[in-house]
């Protein structure tokens, strides 16, 4: 393991590996993380990190304290049955909206968009940053491995290994922003999630 200083002014060094990942989650509690008030929603059992919405199916969002632009995030996720979570980073330069890698079936859609992009307003889900092989690489009820890049105005997912989307781009979000695990509302959902890890590009 090699020492490296604290990312941002103020911020505890970190540890990171080799290959210049560090982990986000501790596996002990929710240390790094903006939680929400009150947190009926998030929590840690058994070294994995537990999404789960309220008797009311109130949403909720747990974001880094820190932000980034240009990096590669990894993590495992596992959920039975119908859910609508995501990994959510970047910024539009006004703030408003930020990107998304869907997990779970869409509320728009109501169909399985996993691995995909979403990026509001009309379009939502545009036809280039649609996971592709979707049924080849995911394992339903299983953990699955993401890995997520975001380089410039390009982006990229791997699920499991294999390239879901390749060379998407899109110009409409270059401001760096925390990255976001989310519970959807409207709907009972429960997802975990283990093995969350970034490495800076920037």
């Avoid at 998407?168 to 709907?187: D, E, M, S, W």
Wanted: proline share 5%; aromatic share 12%; net charge neutral.
């Amino acid at each position: 393991m090699v020492l490296v200083a604290g990312w941002l002014a103020g911020a505890p060094t970190q540890a990171a590996d080799a290959d210049g990942f560090r982990s986000l989650f501790n596996e002990r509690d929710l240390a790094g993380w903006k939680v929400p008030e009150p947190n009926p929603f998030w929590r840690v059992a058994e070294g994995i990190l537990i999404g789960e919405n309220d008797a009311e199916k109130k949403g909720s969002m747990l974001w880094t304290e820190e932000s980034f632009r240009d990096f590669v995030f990894e993590c495992e996720a596992r959920w039975q049955g119908e859910i609508d979570s995501g990994v959510i980073f970047r910024k539009t330069r006004d703030g408003k909206r930020q990107l998304q890698v869907q997990m779970g079936v869409s509320r728009s859609l109501k169909q399985d968009m996993t691995g995909s992009f979403y990026v509001g307003g009309q379009e939502k889900y545009p036809d280039a940053g649609r996971a592709k092989n979707l049924e080849s690489c995911f394992r339903p009820g299983d953990w699955n491995h993401f890995r997520i890049e975001a380089r410039g105005d390009t982006f990229r997912v791997w699920i499991n290994g294999q390239a879901a989307v390749t060379n998407y781009v899109n110009t409409n979000f270059p401001l760096a922003g925390p990255i976001g695990l989310q519970i959807h509302p409207g709907l009972p959902m429960k997802v975990e999630f283990r093995n969350l890890r970034v490495r800076r590009l920037d």
